[in-house]
């Protein structure tokens, strides 16, 4: 069916920066909304940023201003931009892509971002 594949995550210093990057492939005829969710550990998943097909992009409070969402239509890919980190965006993040032709979002299946020095 649909394949999602993240990359991108890693250990990084406070104040660095990092850019995720999700792929999605198979039977996909037409994509939504893309976007991140992210999960710190012993928290519920929250959202980090979405980017609709028409380019309309909305963020979690706590990252505004420091993070970026974007996406290569054809490429069937979403990107994160992540400036500025910080300890409190230790987190597990995935990916999450509104397949339409299959009528349902499918989820990455989640890549590690730790921000400590």
């Known amino acids: 069916q649909v394949q999602l594949v993240e990359s991108g995550g890693g250990l990084v210093q406070p104040g660095g920066s990092l850019r995720l990057s999700c792929v999605a492939s198979g039977r996909i005829f037409s994509i939504g909304a893309m976007g991140w969710y992210r999960q710190p550990p012993g928290k519920q998943r929250e959202l980090v940023a979405t980017?609709?097909?028409?380019?309309?992009?909305n963020y979690g409070d706590s990252v505004r201003g420091r993070f970026t969402v974007s996406r290569d239509n054809a490429n069937n890919t979403v990107y994160l931009e992540m400036n500025s980190l910080k300890p409190e965006d230790t987190a597990v993040y995935y990916c999450?892509?509104?397949?339409?032709?299959?009528?349902?979002?499918?989820w990455g299946q989640g890549t590690q971002v730790t921000v400590s020095s």
């Open positions: 980017v609709t097909s028409g380019g309309s992009k």
């Open positions: 999450i892509v509104n397949i339409m032709n299959w009528g349902r979002p499918y």
